[in-house]
């Protein structure tokens, strides 16, 4: 049997995406205050906008009129330059996310949806591959419409999300038994093994300290010693 310990960083993900979004809206708010100093506020809004933490984009005609620099370095280009005017959309998108990227700018630009965010396949200047989350709407800029938003890099979340899922494959299908506690070593969750092995569905011993499926036939030392591996590493593999 088998102690076992996941740790889920869906809730990290998402306070720091929400961070970041927060903080974009105070620099916007912050670049709205200079608005009555036009020459001023273009330097302060351009200076702005190149230290967010978050790529932020605008589209004309299929093209980027517009990209910060958090942009440019997303997808490996060293300049804001290399990719205005230069570049169309599609460029920096991977061949299986085109479809989607090109029908949600359609929606956006056709006044079908004003504001949409999803997750695509991007493409870097060197050719690999990140995912990337995008929160766009389409706006007027000067008589004509486009799509303004933000992207962020979600390479590393989607990661950890797929390494989640494996291993929830493995905890599911695997012939050993796994236990997962709290560090009370109260039963937080068993796989389908334990079920079997143990003959105790996961209802009936959820809750319930570990030591209730002692089988007897071990002395105090033995038990010593795994309650010692698992406070002090956070698992224990044997038998009972």
Not at 212 to 238: A, E, I, K, P, T
Request: aromatic share 8%; glycine share 8%.
């Amino acid at each position: 049997m088998k102690q076992h310990r996941q740790k889920n960083t869906s809730a990290e993900h998402f306070r720091a995406l929400k961070e970041t979004v927060s903080e974009l809206r105070l620099q916007i708010a912050a670049c709205k205050q200079v608005e009555a100093e036009p020459a001023r506020g273009i330097d302060f809004s351009n200076g702005i906008l190149d230290q967010s933490l978050a790529g932020i984009y605008v589209i004309n005609n299929g093209r980027f009129s517009y990209v910060n620099q958090m942009f440019a370095d997303l997808f490996g280009y060293t300049s804001p330059e290399q990719v205005v005017d230069k570049l169309a959309m599609t460029d920096l998108v991977a061949s299986e996310s085109r479809d989607t990227v090109l029908e949600n700018v359609r929606k956006r630009m056709s006044g079908e949806t004003g504001e949409i965010r999803y997750t695509f396949t991007g493409l870097r200047k060197d050719g690999t591959h990140n995912f990337v989350e995008v929160h766009g709407r389409s706006m007027v800029i000067g008589g004509n419409r486009s799509v303004i938003g933000l992207i962020l890099d979600v390479t590393d979340r989607k990661r950890s999300e797929e390494r989640l899922r494996q291993q929830a494959m493995v905890f599911n299908i695997t012939q050993e038994g796994i236990v997962i506690t709290d560090p009370q070593c109260r039963v937080i969750d068993v796989n389908p093994a334990f079920e079997r092995i143990t003959e105790y569905s996961r209802d009936e011993i959820r809750g319930k300290h570990i030591r209730f499926v002692q089988s007897g036939r071990h002395d105090r030392w033995f038990y010593m010693n795994m309650w010692q591996s698992l406070l002090g590493v956070g698992n224990w593999q044997g038998e009972i």
